[in-house]
């Protein structure tokens, strides 16, 4: 039962425009959610994140959306960068529980010049 | 050093053997996850121990496979007679306390382990 889905398993964007990157999850319990970024070889890197109380994070260049009523979530990127190419992970937890973090399968997002 | 830090970055095991892999933390944080990243696969939860709870041992694949926290640091993860379908890379993360809504206690990883068995 995948709880948090990446329906897209890659994106390519020309630098310069605007990356949309889409989650969406299935636990309504689910009330704090993280994006990450990874690049080949390394750990995942914290990115951006939010909480069920607020419908949009915004950090520089990255900002996310939530949309509790349709269980979405999605990560804007702009402009976009070379050095976003990533692969970039969804993940929510379930904060009043201490519950642990459930990741997507993530989206390979490419720029190219 | 200041990150989480885990051991070996690379094992290359025989089908059958035992493996331990290992996690530092970043001190003085209580959570600590494990996760795995199987060739062209997202990640997938395997065991998270918070404070002196007990461990949610929900994702651990099969009885072969154990971990445990020393003191609340240091942690191991086992896999006994292990199998080709277990190679994957390991990645252990730790949080000051569990996610919270301030934002600063999303999980930092560490740059796993490449787990290969042939």
């Known amino acids: 039962d995948q709880q948090v889905k990446q329906n897209s398993p890659s994106l390519s964007v020309q630098e310069g425009r605007i990356s949309i990157l889409n989650c969406d999850y299935t636990?309504?319990?689910?009330?704090?959610f993280l994006w990450y970024k990874k690049y080949p070889a390394e750990g995942p890197t914290f990115l951006i994140s939010?909480?069920?109380?607020?419908d949009k994070n915004e950090d520089g260049r990255f900002t996310v959306f939530l949309n509790k009523s349709a269980k979405h979530l999605s990560l804007h990127i702009v402009p976009s960068q070379p050095g976003d190419s990533a692969v970039y992970f969804c993940?929510?937890?379930?904060?009043?529980?201490?519950?642990?973090?459930?990741f997507g399968s993530g989206t390979r997002l490419s720029i190219r010049p | 050093g200041a990150g989480v830090s885990q051991s070996p970055s690379n094992k290359v095991t025989e089908k059958g053997k035992d493996v331990e892999l290992r996690c530092d933390p970043i001190?003085?944080?209580?959570?600590l996850y494990w996760y795995r990243q199987s060739l062209g696969q997202g990640l997938e939860f395997l065991i998270y121990f918070q404070g002196n709870s007990a461990p949610d041992k929900s994702g651990l694949p099969s009885d072969r496979f154990s971990a445990e926290r020393t003191g609340g640091s240091v942690s191991t993860l086992t896999i006994q007679r292990t199998q080709q379908e277990d190679s994957a890379v390991y990645l252990c993360a730790s949080s000051p306390t569990a996610v919270q809504f301030s934002g600063i206690s999303e999980a930092f990883f560490g740059q796993g382990t490449r787990l290969t068995v042939v």
């Open positions: 993940a929510a937890s379930v904060y009043s529980s201490a519950s642990k973090i459930i």
């Open positions: 939010i909480s069920s109380i607020k």
């Open positions: 636990n309504s319990m689910f009330d704090y």
């Open positions: 001190s003085g944080h209580t959570a």
